[in-house]
Structure formats: structure tokens, C-alpha cells
């Protein structure tokens, strides 16, 4: 009942600000210039800041080093989750524009904007060093693989050819905050409160700038626009069986042989995370490299929707199996 609530609760509030950003665009109270200034706010100046203030709040170093049981399971989840996602986009000829939107939401999860305030209601603040695990390997995974697929995916790229390396996409800013916030946890760097006070502030608009930028793509997409096509069947399918299946199945191969032994907390946390649904950046994302900017909208909104009935059933089965 308790997963229930919780869920229920994280998923009405994203919808309100989805709605929120969905009213204004309708009643022209957000121009073309805001939806095209949003994503670069984001990218480059909030959500780098919000992943340094994360770090810097919810890891040490001695948890960094301590974290490897369930770092172990998390990093081949991922993995295997890339490589499936991978050779399901091109089994199923997905369409260019499309690839890195399916890949990168099947692999990885809205853990910061949706599994921690869900975690910290199931299983409460001891339950932190646990979520830490699967928070670290996903954000690594998201900023410094994931986006590679949706960059290599721009269906416009072979008309904007240039002769020179682009740095900036080997290095997005939000990879170059986490990266900066390790080097400052390993080598102890302090940071005064002042600065963690406006990194925080500042990363504070990510989630809801974010859901208002879905809303502002659903107005001019349309709800009609909201469906159940192929691509997204197979993604849904995908981050709340295929993930969740491969944690549970490493998981109970680790506990049946040598491999790593985990608390039951930390269980159900990892359960948890990775049946969380996908990024809410990834339409951003995917519409700076001009890929399917309503497709990766109807994912990210419809696994939102939808993971208020897989989390109970994924703890059920958790609770059942383990």
C-alpha cells in the first residue's frame, strides 16, 4: 500500500506541472524563444549544476570506495540493458531519429526526479548509500554513453558535416559537472556552503522546467499525439520487464553462487531504480540533436503514467523471489 501511495503521489505531481507547461503554450503564454532557450538553460547551466550539488549532498568518499556489492549488479545490468536495447533497435529497424531515444530509454532511469523521492518513501534515508549505487552508474551511463546515442542519431548529421572534432559532445556539460564533483570528493576539494547553496538553487529548475518543456512539446504535438505505437511498446516493455528482469535474474545468480550478497534494502532498492521510468531530459536531449522530439515525449510521458502500477508489482515479485 505504502509503494502504492508513493507512487501515486511522484506521478500526480509530475503530471500537474506537465499540465502546467501544456495550459501555457496553449493560451500563448510561452513563445517559440522560451522553448528554444529552455533546453540550453538545462543542459548547460542547471542540470550540470544539479548533478554537482547531488554528488557533493548524497556521496562521500568513503561511500564512493565502500559502494561495490551493488555496483557490481548495476554496472552489468546496464550494460546488458544497452547491449539488448541495442540490438532490439536493429532488429525492429528502428528509424533513425528514433535509435537513441529507444536505446537510452530502455538502459536508463529518472533516478534522481522520481527514484529518490520514491525511495526515501518506501525505504527511508537509510535506504541513501543504497540508492547512491544505482544513482552513480546510471548518471555515468546517461552522460557519458547514453548521450552518444542520441548525438550519433541526428537524422541532419550527415548534411552538417564539419572537419573538425566536436569537444563539447565528447564532454556535455552535465558529464563535465559529475566529473568535477568526483575529482572533488576523491581529492577532498572543499567546497564552501554559499556555492552549494546557489548550485543548488540553480539546480533546482531542472524537474520542472524539464516537465514544463513536455508540456509545451504535447501542446504542439497535440494529446492526440499520445499513443501506443510499436517503438513505444517495446521501450515500455523494456524499462519495466527487461531491466527489472535482469536485476532480479543477477541478483539471484549472485545469491545463489559466490558472486555479491546484498542486504534486503539494498535489494529492493535496485529493484526499485531500475523499473523507474525514463529521463525527463530525453526530449531535450533528443531535440538538440533534431531527432523524434514527440516520440521521445510520448515515452517519457506514458512510462511516467505507467510505473505507478509496475513499482508495487516489482516489489511484489521482489519480496516473492528473493
Known amino acids: 500500500m505504502q509503494a502504492i501511495v508513493a507512487s501515486l503521489t511522484s506521478v500526480v505531481e509530475i503530471l500537474i506541472v506537465i499540465a502546467l507547461g501544456y495550459w501555457l503554450r496553449n493560451s500563448y503564454k510561452l513563445g517559440d524563444q522560451f522553448k528554444g532557450n529552455i533546453s540550453y538553460l538545462i543542459m548547460n547551466v542547471a542540470l550540470p549544476a544539479s548533478i554537482f550539488a547531488s554528488v ?19 554496472v552489468i ?3 546488458l540493458s544497452y547491449l539488448i536495447s541495442w540490438l532490439l533497435s536493429k532488429g525492429l529497424h528502428v528509424r533513425p531519429g528514433r535509435r537513441g531515444t529507444f536505446i537510452n530509454a530502455i538502459t536508463n532511469a529518472n533516478t534522481i526526479f522520481i527514484g529518490l523521492p520514491l525511495n526515501i518513501a518506501l525505504f527511508g534515508q537509510k535506504s541513501m548509500p543504497y540508492f547512491l549505487v544505482y544513482y552513480v552508474v546510471n548518471t555515468i551511463s546517461t552522460w557519458a554513453i547514453g548521450v552518444f546515442f542520441i548525438s550519433s542519431d541526428d537524422p541532419t548529421a550527415s548534411s552538417q558535416k564539419t572537419g573538425g572534432f566536436n ?3 565528447l564532454l556535455p556539460a552535465p558529464l563535465v559537472g559529475f566529473l568535477l ?8 576539494i572543499p ?5 552549494t547553496s546557489v548550485l543548488n538553487m540553480v539546480g533546482g529548475i531542472v524537474t520542472p522546467l524539464s516537465l514544463i518543456y513536455i508540456g509545451i512539446i504535447l501542446a504542439d504535438a497535440g494529446l492526440k499525439s499520445l499513443h501506443l505505437d510499436r517503438d513505444t511498446l517495446v521501450v515500455i516493455l523494456g524499462r519495466f520487464v527487461l531491466v527489472p528482469a535482469l536485476m532480479l ?6 545469491t545463489a553462487s559466490i558472486g555479491p550478497h546484498l542486504a534486503g534494502m539494498e535489494i529492493n532498492t535496485l529493484m526499485v531504480q531500475s523499473a523507474t521510468p525514463a529521463l525527463a531530459v530525453l526530449p531535450i536531449l ?10 521521445a515525449t510520448n515515452v517519457v510521458t506514458t512510462t511516467t503514467v505507467l510505473f505507478v502500477i509496475v513499482i508495487p508489482v516489482v516489489l511484489a515479485i521482489t519480496q516473492v523471489l528473493l
Do not use: Q
Not at 59 to 72: A, E, M, W
Not at 249 to 254: K, T
Not at 286 to 295: A, L, N, Q, R, T
Open 77 to 79: 545490468c546496464i550494460a
Open 286 to 295: 533528443v531535440g538538440e540533436s533534431h531527432g523524434d522530439v514527440p516520440f
Open 249 to 254: 535474474g543477477l541478483i539471484m545468480l549472485g
Open 56 to 74: 557533493m549532498k548524497y556521496l562521500t568518499r568513503d561511500k564512493l570506495l565502500g559502494l561495490t556489492g551493488g555496483l557490481i549488479y548495476a
Open 167 to 169: 569537444w563539447r559532445k
Open 181 to 188: 564533483a568526483l575529482v572533488c570528493l576523491l581529492i577532498a
Open 191 to 195: 567546497i564552501p556552503n554559499w556555492i
